[in-house]
């Protein structure tokens, strides 16, 4: 059978709108696929391309527009050409072929492949599509603002606000971010914490991470300075709370550095209330973003951490701040036990004060109490009551022993994996 001269034109005049149709569909999926932070880093890595990103940064909903619209109207038309092109080859009955062959051949090469390739090569498109895109809304800018305006009265009229906000990246989207690099080797372990302790720093609270009233070691107002090296030397510190009658009646803090020239004149038995300096003040609620800012401003190192009535709860230092996002950091005075350390037979050694969020991450299980922020409190929440050395008690698939107790504060405890009687039964 011959083919008309008019066939092969309108085969030809078919291809093209199907390229088509693959380039709209993949300029729609990679503008949807870029944030607002990948086009402007984008806009600075390809400057001689800087004029079209910022036009689609600064209306997104145009480019989509114009987009859809054009990708629309070149899918009717290549269905249009087919469906004439049949008729004109097969007669009447080429009319259902032509249904059946575009839709396959449209879903294929003009949606399917083109978006995955887009997803992959998103910025390649873009750079690509960008520049034609332009050029396209400047021609069909009467048709788009009518459209555009049309849609939206559309919108009022169901009481939905149509108006595109392209924003930057969820901190949700940016934790899942940092999760797949590390899955990927993008990022190492250290590098996520870090990155997770910038994004929860804003969010914690000063409570979470003070040292409690029972672990802050103090001097009293009227004592010596001879009495503070004694207590300098023995904890290691650089800087002590001054009490007057009690802990909760905070009048200063003592600077070691500030002691040094009376130890060199010998006036070791002057008060250290004529050195104590200025404390900083901040209620356990506070975010230690703020508390950050304060410090920093204030260039103070230490704010002693006050409850709801004013009393002590604790305290914190810039080091305390600092360690929520690069991790525990140990100086020459700290204690080399590893807040969780692992033995040889399995089992765990962990600290009472570690945070039940860093034992979930250490032990991969989710340890979780309404009642406590560390391990310790966890287990008295078990408990009901002060455990005895040596009591042991059972959470999920772990066994934790207490090891050491004093003055009612649990000190450390082991943790033993067990297996559980469906486990065992899956074993066996």
Known sequence: MDIPASAIKALIFLLFLIICSAFFSSAE????????GKLLALQERHPYQRRFFQWLVGDVQRALTITLVSNNLVNIAASAVATSLAILLFG???????????????????????????????????IFTLPILRLLGVVFSPFIWIMNRLVRVLGLLFGVDLRMQHTFVTREEIEQMVNIGEASGVLEAVERKMIHGIISFEETRVYEIMVPRTDINAIANDASIGD???IFQEYGHSRIPVFDESLDDIVGILYAKDAIPYLFSGKIDEPVSKLKRDALFVPETMKIVDVFNIMKNRRVHMAIVVDEYGGTAGL??????????????????????????????????VQANVSLEDLSETLAYP????????????????????????ALLQYGKWEIEVLDVEDHRIKLLRFHEVLLKDEENEED
Do not use: C
């Open 228 to 230: 503070s090296v004694a």
């Open 316 to 349: 914190v230092t810039l080091e305390d701040l600092l360690e929520e996002i690069v991790g525990e950091i140990q100086d020459e005075y700290d204690f080399e036990t590893a807040p969780v350390l692992k033995e040889t037979g399995g089992n765990y050694l």
């Open 29 to 36: 999926t990679a503008i949807t696929a870029a944030g607002r």
């Open 92 to 126: 009447h009955r080429g009319v259902l072929w032509a249904v059946i062959i575009m839709t396959v051949v449209i879903v294929i090469f003009g949606e399917v492949l083109p978006k995955s390739i887009a997803i992959i090569k998103s910025e390649a498109i873009l």
């Open 367 to 390: 340890f979780e109490s309404e009642d406590a922020e560390s391990v310790g409190g966890l287990v008295l929440s078990l408990t009901g009551g002060f455990p005895e050395k040596g």
